[in-house]
């Protein structure tokens, strides 16, 4: 069973950057692609990044210019560097991870942008 572990979340300042990684179980050459997702209270959970195994990365409108997706795929880490942060990026954010059918999610970690 795949498992994936995020860290990186934590309060900070408008204007502020945060970097989030998530750690995999398992190769992740195994996943076609990988990816960030969000919830805010009260909200539906909304898809913020991602990408594939070839590189190739996708954003939502929102964080374009701000957020940057990336991989290490020795170090079998997904990363999300998260700069000029504003209070409506506090979220939940969560790992997500596709190989053909099969998605794993991690437990996410708390983004809190507050002055």
């Known amino acids: 069973q795949v498992q994936l572990v995020e860290s990186g979340g934590g309060l900070v300042q408008p204007g502020g950057s945060l970097r989030l990684s998530c750690a995999a179980s398992v190769s992740i050459f195994s996943f076609n692609i990988m990816g960030w997702y969000r919830q805010a209270p009260g909200k539906q959970r909304e898809w913020v990044a991602s990408?594939?195994?070839?590189?190739?990365?996708n954003y939502v409108d929102s964080v374009k210019g701000r957020f940057t997706i990336s991989r290490d795929n020795a170090e079998m880490t997904l990363y999300l560097q998260m700069n000029s942060l504003k209070p409506e990026d506090t979220a939940v954010y969560y790992c997500?991870?596709?190989?053909?059918?099969?998605?794993?999610w991690g437990q996410g970690t708390q983004v809190t942008v507050s002055s």
């Open positions: 990408i594939t195994t070839g590189g190739s990365t």
């Open positions: 997500h991870a596709r190989s053909g059918l099969f998605n794993s």
